[in-house]
């Protein structure tokens, strides 16, 4: 019989027995460990029973132990799937499912590797701490439903990225994102073969796709983010009158980005870099509004769209790129910046984030992606150490 069960002190249950059962007494028991208590009637006070009605009993328990741990079991699964997804597992959760939940950042793979190089782990874990409450997708070219990766992977970025747990990676499959926009034809047609741009082009059509089908926030992988952007609808300048399309964001179904995906075919030159990109994003703001210089740290705002101060993610202009890989005598503070812009593209010497150089990068990936700074940076130094027999 069940008992209702109060706690008294520590170590002890008082429990109080039924009507029935009373007899004008209560009984006081300790208890070493806090269990749900099935009581059974003194051996001296309660009639024999039948050796039946005790296999019977023990069957009740049995079963009711069963249903219990089969909850549970179910309980877990549900957690895993929800919580700790892992790329491969497509019948837990797949884009779909998670991009609709909304506001997602999107980040693009669209080259064939598999292991992610520290700016982009450091861009997404940033992006994964800044928006704790929203799913950060990392989309890649090279990964496909056939491909065997978990957490225990070679791969140390792809393990380390797919243990955050608003963090999901998918495979980037390109016709898939393009059905129901102007660019399924375009792409249809086109022959990345023959592209002189195709990873950047590519890459350009495949965000205006998906902000427009699901919205949310667009981030190239070479931007770490620092604080969260206030804004849903906005265009990132990269300087006065000029639109960057590395980082932007805009509501599901938005006409500009469907405008937008129309122009991308109507003026399409694969051979000019940025025809699809930057030059896209300007001259179609140019459309709605007239641009004119940022004096301060102000943001222009158009049609109920923020065109936001190039403080906001290029503090550090592209001419002057190598300075995130310097060390200075004092860091700026980035007061006015949501995420910073680290230009990978103009990175042509490969310059990369070395432990103990006290360069801004260095600092950087320390304050918003320590993870990805111990496990490739400090790590990657440790091996390179040589050994007592060397």
């Not at 906005?234 to 932007?248: D, E, H, P, T, W």
């Not at 592209?318 to 503070?333: C, E, I, T």
Request: proline share 6%; aromatic share 12%.
């Amino acid at each position: 019989m069940l008992q209702t069960v109060w706690v008294s002190s520590p170590g002890s249950w008082a429990l109080q027995e039924s009507d029935r059962h009373r007899q004008g007494k209560k009984r006081s028991w300790k208890c070493r460990f806090v269990r749900t208590i099935i009581r059974h009637p003194c051996r001296r006070h309660a009639p024999k029973r039948s050796r039946k009605a005790r296999m019977l009993r023990k069957i009740q328990i049995c079963l009711c132990f069963c249903f219990v741990s089969g909850i549970l079991y179910e309980i877990s699964l549900l957690s895993s799937c929800v919580f700790s997804y892992l790329p491969m597992a497509q019948h837990y959760l797949t884009p779909e499912q998670v991009l609709n939940l909304g506001k997602s950042i999107i980040f693009l793979e669209t080259t064939e590797r598999l292991e992610p190089p520290p700016l982009v782990s450091c861009s997404v874990e940033s992006a994964a701490r800044i928006y704790r409450d929203r799913p950060i997708i990392l989309f890649m070219r090279g990964l496909t439903n056939e491909t065997a990766l978990d957490l225990n992977t070679s791969y140390a970025a792809f393990s380390l990225l797919s243990s955050m747990k608003n963090v999901f990676i998918f495979p980037l499959q390109m016709e898939t994102v393009f059905q129901e926009t102007p660019l399924l034809q375009w792409y249809n047609e086109v022959v990345p073969e023959q592209e002189k741009n195709w990873v950047h082009v590519s890459s350009d059509a495949s965000r205006l796709a998906l902000i427009w089908k699901y919205g949310g926030i667009y981030m190239d992988t070479d931007v770490i983010s620092i604080r969260p952007i206030p804004q849903e609808s906005f265009l990132a300048a990269q300087k006065s009158r000029f639109s960057s399309n590395g980082i932007f964001g805009f509501p599901a179904r938005h006409k500009f980005i469907w405008d937008c995906m129309e122009n991308f075919v109507l003026k399409y030159n694969g051979n000019i870099w940025g025809n699809q990109g930057p030059f896209l994003m300007t001259r179609m703001l140019k459309t709605l509004c007239n641009l004119t210089d940022f004096q301060g740290t102000e943001d222009h705002s158009c049609q109920n769209i923020s065109f936001l101060n190039p403080q906001r993610f290029y503090p550090i202009p592209y001419p002057a790129w190598g300075r995130y890989y310097q060390v200075w005598d004092k860091s700026p503070n980035f007061n006015h910046s949501y995420a910073l812009h680290l230009w990978n593209f103009m990175n042509r010497n490969r310059k990369v984030v070395v432990a103990g150089s006290n360069t801004l990068a260095e600092k950087l990936y320390k304050t918003y992606c320590p993870t990805t700074y111990e496990d490739l940076i400090q790590n990657a130094k440790h091996r390179d150490l040589p050994g007592p027999e060397d």
